[in-house]
């Protein structure tokens, strides 16, 4: 994959309620991630919107039905909420919320967060943890994916080679 940059903001730092419409405008105008922190751990991430498209086609590439999430911790932590920066609980589904020229909406799982302008989404907010699960499983299905042309060069190359004890 491609050299990742990313901008961080301290939850800290940040004003509360969180400035939703400068975070998405700095991911629009950039077409970087922006990290969300709580004491310098990761909670939650803004990618644009293609970014996610990529990701999740990569991710899933094996998966018929909606990929598996892995749902956090199962130690004894698991009774502990888990905060996210950016949105403190499971929201409910209630009317988009308006940051400028952005629209916030939350997905049907309570947890994800699209931004909309315009009639188009410019930005996805996942957690960290289901950000870490899309980008390692995205790496690891692009890594092994050969396109036929490719496929078909490759196995032609193999044929030519003398066997193993020859060489």
Same mark, same amino acid.
């Given at each position: 994959? $491609?050299?990742?940059?990313?901008?961080?903001?301290?939850? /800290?730092? +940040?004003?509360? %309620?969180?400035?939703?419409?400068?975070?998405?405008?700095?991911v629009?105008? @950039?077409?970087e991630?922006?990290v969300?922190t709580?004491?310098g751990?990761p909670?939650?991430?803004?990618? %644009?919107?293609?970014?996610?498209?990529?990701l999740?086609?990569? *991710? =899933?590439?094996?998966?018929? @039905? #909606?990929? %598996?999430? #892995?749902?956090?911790?199962?130690?004894?932590?698991?009774n502990?909420?888990?905060?996210?920066?950016?949105? !403190?609980?499971?929201? #409910?589904? *209630?009317?988009? /919320?308006?940051?400028? #020229?952005?629209?916030?909406?939350?997905?049907? $799982?309570?947890? =994800?967060?699209?931004?909309v302008?315009s009639? @188009?989404?410019?930005?996805?907010q996942?957690?960290a $943890?289901?950000?870490a699960?899309?980008? $390692?499983? +995205?790496?690891? /299905?692009?890594?092994?994916?050969?396109?036929?042309?490719?496929?078909?060069?490759f196995?032609?190359? !193999?044929?030519?080679?003398?066997p +193993?004890?020859? /060489?």
């Open positions: 994959m $491609d050299d990742v940059v990313k901008i961080v903001v301290e939850r /800290q730092y +940040a004003p509360n %309620p969180i400035d939703y419409e400068r975070l998405v405008s700095l629009e105008s @950039t077409s991630r922006v969300l709580e004491g751990v909670v939650s991430v803004l990618f %644009p919107a293609g970014v996610v498209a990529r999740e086609h990569w *991710a =899933r590439a094996d998966f018929a @039905t #909606p990929a %598996p999430i #892995p749902q956090g911790e199962q130690g004894e932590d698991a502990e909420p888990r905060w996210d920066a950016g949105r !403190l609980r499971i929201e #409910p589904l *209630a009317n988009p /919320q308006e940051y400028g #020229p952005y629209t916030r909406y939350v997905r049907a $799982d309570g947890r =994800r967060v699209s931004f302008r009639g @188009t989404v410019v930005a996805v996942l957690t $943890d289901e950000a699960w899309l980008e $390692d499983r +995205a790496m690891h /299905q692009r890594q092994g994916y050969m396109d036929p042309k490719q496929a078909a060069a196995e032609e190359f !193999l044929a030519r080679q003398p +193993a004890g020859e /060489q």
